[in-house]
């Protein structure tokens, strides 16, 4: 028995390679990723001029030291 990455229940892989259940628990990852995808898109659109960009930099620097305190 394995138990299914999308939602959790336990099923018998078809093969070992198995990871989900079910075509629809296929779909709903599928989904999932291409949701992902799109919002780091959005993110990266949002930054038209350098300034933004630099912007962007200096943010991702602050969670980082954040993090590393
Ligand atoms: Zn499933």
Redesign the pocket.
């Given at each position: 028995m394995k138990q299914?990455r999308?939602?959790q229940?336990d099923?018998e892989p078809s093969h070992n390679g198995n990871f989900?259940?079910?075509n629809?628990?296929a779909v709903r990852l599928f989904t999932a990723r291409q949701k992902v995808r799109l919002s780091i898109k959005a993110a990266l659109k949002a930054l038209k001029t350098p300034e933004d960009v630099n912007n962007f930099n200096l943010s991702l620097t602050t969670i980082i030291e954040k993090v590393a305190q």
């Open positions: 299914c999308v939602c229940c099923f989900l259940c079910s629809t628990c």
